[in-house]
T-cell receptor
Framework: GENVEQHPSTLSVQEGDSAVIKCTYS??????FPWYKQELGKRPQLIID?????GEKKDQRIAVTLNKTAKHFSLHITETQPEDSAVYFC????????FGKGTRLHILP | DTEVTQTPKHLVMGMTNKKSLKCEQH?????MYWYKQKAKKPPELMFV???????INESVPSRFSPECPNSSLLNLHLHALQPEDSALYLC?????????????????FGPGTRLTVL
């Protein structure tokens, strides 16, 4: 089955700087790669996703890149703001998705 | 209506109780999911329903019994739970793509039910 590894587990960046979170996956059949943001006590919310036929996708300050050959994908957040502080989960799959262990992102004032 | 709703928000139950969690969506989604999330951990998939039929059961103990009465509702019946089953139970739904129950798109999560088993 699919196995998703996510790094780092914790990330602190200065407000205004960029944050990068990386994930690898094991199942070459996976073709859907979403990223979820979960604030404390709240539900996971999709922030961006990418499919295997695309190498990069951008939505304002958030971008995701996918390297299918190497089986890794990354989330990039630019110009970070205090409200970006949360836990971020990557996921990968096809008929079902498997989540990475999460990255706790702290934005420092 | 663009939300997934779940009731109750909180539930405390004893190990001999029987209770049910409910999930509802009116977005026309035909795939619905149950996840379990322990503190500081990712959501773990439990069950997937596609077109009201159970398509994935991730080897979940039989004390958890899912039910999908129609395309808008998903229940999780609980019986004889253990304290280690205490967690946040999340429901999600998504519009299937690429044919009946084959592939899935963005999952919309409900707010969850925080379950405590005493």
């Amino acid at each position: 089955g699919e196995n998703v590894e996510q790094h780092p587990s914790t990330l602190s960046v200065q407000e205004g700087d960029s944050a990068v979170i990386k994930c690898t996956y094991s199942d070459s059949a996976s073709n859907y790669f979403p990223w979820y943001k979960q604030e404390l006590g709240k539900r996971p919310q999709l922030i961006i996703d990418i499919r295997s036929n695309v190498g990069e996708k951008k939505d304002q300050r958030i971008a995701v890149t996918l390297n299918k050959t190497a089986k890794h994908f990354s989330l990039h957040i630019t110009e970070t703001q205090p409200e970006d502080s949360a836990v971020y989960f990557c996921a990968a799959g096809d008929d079902k998705i498997i989540f990475g262990k999460g990255t706790r992102l702290h934005i420092l004032p | 209506d663009t939300e997934v709703t779940q009731t109750p928000k909180h539930l405390v139950m004893g190990m001999t109780n029987k209770k049910s969690l409910k999930c509802e969506q009116h977005m026309g989604h035909r795939a619905m999911y149950w996840y379990k999330q322990k503190a500081k951990k990712p959501p773990e998939l439990m069950f997937v329903y596609s077109y009201e039929k159970l398509s994935i059961n991730e080897s979940v103990p039989s004390r958890f019994s899912p039910e999908c009465p129609n395309s808008s509702l998903l229940n999780l019946h609980l019986h004889a739970l253990q304290p280690e089953d205490s967690a946040l139970y999340l429901c999600a739904s998504s519009p299937p793509t690429g044919g009946r129950g084959v592939k899935y798109d963005e999952q919309f999560f409900g707010p969850g039910t925080r379950l405590t088993v005493l």
